[in-house]
């Protein structure tokens, strides 16, 4: 299908736990960025990537680590989950090149840490 | 430290009334961006201004970027139950590629 697919679309897990998020888009798109929205925070940028084996720390990176080996995929591990980590994240793509430049976002991806 | 300010945070409104969120933000940007959510859902891409004085419109909803005030304005007219979802700006600085959100706007149209 074509767009940004996230999975899994809901986890729970145990503090401790390492959890991966995926993340996959079809557009070719250079940038990629993950995102987690809790109440009273709107949208807070976790990492990105402006292409293959490039990626960046955004405002939120603590606990978690990235990946981009190829373009379409943009992985989002939390190598040792907290309570704190319980959010929805969110995926997404864009590519500044284009006119318009938007962020296509995926479906998110909601995580609960017991 | 980049700041988007928005406000009002909750706007409860009665259905054929107008208002105004507003949208403010701390860098130098000529990118700006309106989504909206609904409650579950993931951000759908409403409106995109990609120039000083640009001003799009859709439906009920009119979005207008005056980038010297740092200011951008999403206005509802005759507000219609549907519209109700948070509505968010995003900028993007002149300098990188990163969008900055702001924290989002609850509107509830009341019938």
């Known amino acids: 299908d074509a767009g940004i697919t996230q999975s899994p679309r809901y986890k729970i897990t145990e503090t401790g736990r390492q959890v991966t998020l995926m993340c996959h888009q079809t557009?070719?798109?250079?940038?990629m960025f993950w995102y987690r929205q809790d109440l009273g925070h709107g949208l807070r940028l976790i990492y990105y990537?402006?292409?293959?084996?490039?990626?960046d720390k955004g405002e939120v990176p603590d606990g978690y680590v990235v990946s981009r080996s190829k373009t379409e995929n943009f992985p989002l591990t939390l190598e040792s989950a907290t309570r704190s980590q319980t959010s929805v994240y969110f995926c997404?793509?864009?590519?500044?090149?284009?006119?318009?430049?938007?962020?296509?976002f995926g479906e998110g991806s909601r995580l609960t840490v017991l | 430290e980049l700041k988007v300010e928005q406000n009002p945070l909750f706007l409860s409104m009665q259905e054929g009334k107008n208002y105004t969120i507003y949208c403010n933000y701390s860098?130098?940007?000529?990118?700006l961006y309106w989504y909206r959510q609904d409650p579950g859902k993931s951000l759908e891409s409403l409106f995109v201004l990609l120039s000083n004085g640009a001003v799009k419109q859709e439906g009920r909803l009119m979005a207008s970027l005056d980038t010297k005030a740092r200011l951008s304005t999403l206005h509802i007219t005759a507000a219609v139950h549907d519209l109700s979802a948070t509505y968010f700006c995003?900028?993007?600085?002149?300098?990188?590629?990163?969008?900055?959100f702001g924290t989002g706007t609850s509107l509830t149209v009341i019938p």
């Open positions: 990537s402006a292409a293959a084996d490039i990626t």
């Open positions: 557009w070719s798109h250079s940038y």
């Open positions: 860098t130098t940007s000529d990118r």
């Open positions: 995003a900028v993007v600085p002149n300098t990188g590629n990163q969008f900055y």
């Open positions: 997404a793509s864009s590519d500044p090149g284009l006119v318009a430049g938007e962020l296509f």
